[in-house]
Antibody, heavy 121, light 107 residues
Framework: EVQLVESGGGLVKPGRSLRLSCTTSGFTFGDYGMSWFRQAPGKGLEWVGFIRSRPYGGTTDYAASVKDRFTISRDDSKSIAYLQMNSLKTEDTAVYYC????????????WGQGTLVTVSS | SYELTQPLSVSVALGQTARITCGGDNIGSKNVHWYQQKPGQAPVLVIYRDSNRPSGIPERFSGSNSGNTATLTISRAQAGDEADYYCQVWDSSTSVVFGGGTKLTVL
């Protein structure tokens, strides 16, 4: 069974940093790209960024709202993806989800249960 | 950047057919994926590549895509289908876009 479990969320002050982890099992992690999404309270889904699988270059892309502040990385030996969030703003408050995909323009499935990040002073 | 437009809400009588639209410029040329999200839960893929159902998704869920509109159709709607539904495409190989989401109410 494919599983993705996010961790690392919590309460953080504006301007500080936080690192989320997405621990996976049940599939060949290195064959898949990994993506992060978020959902602010009462709002819709927003793409944050992704990291391609090694066969597709292992490169990253980000939404404009987080570019230059957030960094996605992966450890294929541990089957874990990371989301490093720096210079956090109150508008980054959201539930953060990780999910996998094979390549563009394909779908994202399944999704983890999400982890809540609250940015507040 | 590419934009997707969904109605904020759709209502359907129990047992009837619900149609949720997703509008975008020449969206028919893109692959559209649909996700269902129930309150407090993570999104679940219900349709991929316009009209394909993942295993475990009932045949009552179907999709189509042509011109400037993609449509998610839910036949014989059940109370358990009440959820938010999101359409998703890739704007390019470097960007992912969602519609704003549609709240489905089963009356």
């Amino acid at each position: 069974e494919v599983q993705l479990v996010e961790s690392g969320g919590g309460l953080v002050k504006p301007g500080r940093s936080l690192r989320l982890s997405c621990t996976t099992s049940g599939f060949t992690f290195g064959d898949y790209g990994m993506s992060w999404f978020r959902q602010a309270p009462g709002k819709g889904l927003e793409w944050v960024g992704f990291i391609r699988s090694r066969p597709y270059g292992g490169t990253t892309d980000y939404a404009a709202s987080v570019k230059d502040r957030f960094t996605i990385s992966r450890d294929d030996s541990k089957s874990i993806a990371y989301l490093q969030m720096n210079s956090l703003k109150t508008e980054d408050t959201a539930v953060y989800y990780c999910t996998k995909y094979i390549s563009w323009p394909n779908w994202f499935d399944p999704w983890g249960q999400g982890t809540l990040v609250t940015v507040s002073s | 950047s590419y934009e997707l437009t969904q109605p904020l809400s759709v209502s359907v009588a129990l047992g009837q057919t619900a149609r949720i639209t997703c509008g975008g410029d020449n969206i028919g040329s893109k692959n559209v994926h649909w996700y269902q999200q129930k309150p407090g839960q993570a999104p679940v893929l219900v349709i991929y590549r316009d009209s394909n159902r993942p295993s475990g998704i009932p045949e009552r869920f179907s999709g189509s895509n042509s011109g400037n509109t993609a449509t998610l159709t839910i036949s014989r709607a059940q109370a358990g289908d009440e959820a938010d539904y999101y359409c998703q495409v890739w704007d390019s190989s470097t960007s992912v876009v969602f519609g704003g989401g549609t709240k489905l109410t089963v009356l």
